[in-house]
């Protein structure tokens, strides 16, 4: 089992920026992937990004050239840098592993960009 927990969500204005955290515990040694992916109201869940133990990462469309991953191993913590804030940003961000046996989802961390 692999528990999650996040922080760092919060209202911003547009073209401001929020950082993201996610900090995993429990069965860490099986992770292989961690990364965020969003949910806005009326909308499905979506790829933000995610990394791999390895560093390649897969970055969302929508979010390509404004948001940033990165992940401390040491500290099995994933970031997510948001810059350039838009409105249509404005979600519930989840943070995910994946993993044998290391299948899990945050609770969620919401992120508001007033325009």
């Known amino acids: 089992q692999v528990q999650l927990v996040e922080s760092g969500g919060g209202l911003v204005q547009a073209g401001g920026s929020l950082r993201l955290s996610c900090a995993a515990s429990g069965a860490i040694f099986s992770i292989e992937v961690m990364g965020w992916y969003r949910q806005a109201p009326g909308k499905e869940r979506e790829l933000v990004a995610t990394m791999t133990s390895g560093g390649r990462t897969n970055i969302g469309d929508s979010v390509k050239g404004r948001f940033t991953i990165s992940r401390d191993n040491d500290k099995n913590t994933v970031y997510l840098q948001m810059n350039s804030l838009k409105a249509e940003d404005t979600a519930v961000y989840y943070c995910?592993?994946?993993?044998?046996?290391?299948?899990?989802w945050g609770q969620g961390t919401q992120v508001t960009v007033s325009s």
């Open positions: 995910r592993t994946d993993g044998v046996r290391a299948n899990a």
